[in-house]
């Protein structure tokens, strides 16, 4: 319930401000129409021009309605059920907050997952953005997950628990023992845990992938399952799924106290989700 009533307050702000958008680029049409008659010579009263202009408008408010609306359910219930999305471009600028916003509701407190994927997709495509724009955004959106994360690790961890994160994922970016450029994102995290300790990140430098992992206790079922999510995703990012990162983790999912469906449960919805968006937003 808390969740939902989140969500509504976010729709109803996001909504508001591109209708307003909407609205001042129809005041500037507005403005600008009797002058584009005169100079192009059209033969098409001012009054004609201007009502079905506040048509498009109208019409433009109720799409942009209906696809917060559509947003909202597919966030709530993480669900989607592929459509063709009226195909209904609106200005540049105009395009891409509207999917910054849709993008912000779908990744309330959760992922954006393979459904949520192919929706902000179908949207896109109705406005005519290129994948590769939506991507820079979903990027944005990621950053701000991983400093939400690492504020939380912070805030709910001992400093012990908080250098055993900062292990695995010093692990999990050395798994296939190269580092990806993408990949260089995540040691931010590991420095924030470390709370930038020069001795302590020498110690991480010098950890050999043959060491044990050292045991971890007390940690919260469901932030148990956010760092675990998080592993896996550092071990996907770069398209690349080697046996070694596999085995590495399997062993963190152990560590966890997950049996093998368990790990399957986070493992699948993450590689899914990264497939999805490598097809429509990076080809």
């Not at 994360?149 to 900062?166: G, I, S």
Request: charged share 30%.
């Amino acid at each position: 319930m808390e969740n939902q009533v989140r969500l509504s307050k976010l729709r109803n702000t996001f909504q508001t401000e591109i209708c307003q958008l909407l609205e001042m680029g129809g005041e500037l049409m507005m403005g600008l129409l009797p002058n584009a008659v005169d100079k192009l010579s059209l033969n098409v009263p001012v009054d004609q021009l201007q009502q079905e202009l506040k048509k498009a408008l109208v019409e433009q408010s109720q799409w942009v309605e209906t696809i917060f609306e559509q947003a909202v359910l597919v966030a709530s219930t993480d669900h989607y059920e592929e459509e063709e999305i009226k195909v209904h471009p609106l200005a540049g600028p105009v395009s891409l907050q509207l999917l910054d916003k849709l993008l912000h509701i779908l990744s309330v407190d959760q992922p954006l997952s393979q459904d949520k994927l192919d929706f902000i997709n179908d949207v896109r495509l109705a406005l005519g953005v290129s994948g590769k724009d939506v991507d820079k955004l979903i990027e944005q959106i990621d950053y701000l997950r991983r400093r939400n994360f690492t504020t939380n690790l912070l805030e709910l961890l001992e400093e012990e628990q908080r250098y055993w994160v900062a292990q695995m994922i010093w692990r999990a970016i050395h798994a296939d023992h190269r580092v990806d450029q993408r990949e260089y994102k995540y040691v931010e995290t590991i420095l924030q845990l470390i709370e930038h300790d020069p001795l302590r990140f020498q110690q991480l430098c010098q950890l050999d992938s043959k060491v044990p992992f050292p045991s971890i206790i007390g940690l919260d079922q469901n932030l148990r399952k956010e760092i675990y999510r998080y592993i896996v995703e550092i071990m996907m990012i770069d398209d690349e799924y080697t046996e070694e990162e596999a085995n590495f983790v399997r062993d963190v999912g152990e560590q966890l106290g997950y049996d093998a469906h368990e790990r399957d449960k986070v493992i699948q919805p993450v590689a899914s989700a990264q497939m999805i968006r490598k097809i429509h937003f990076q080809d």
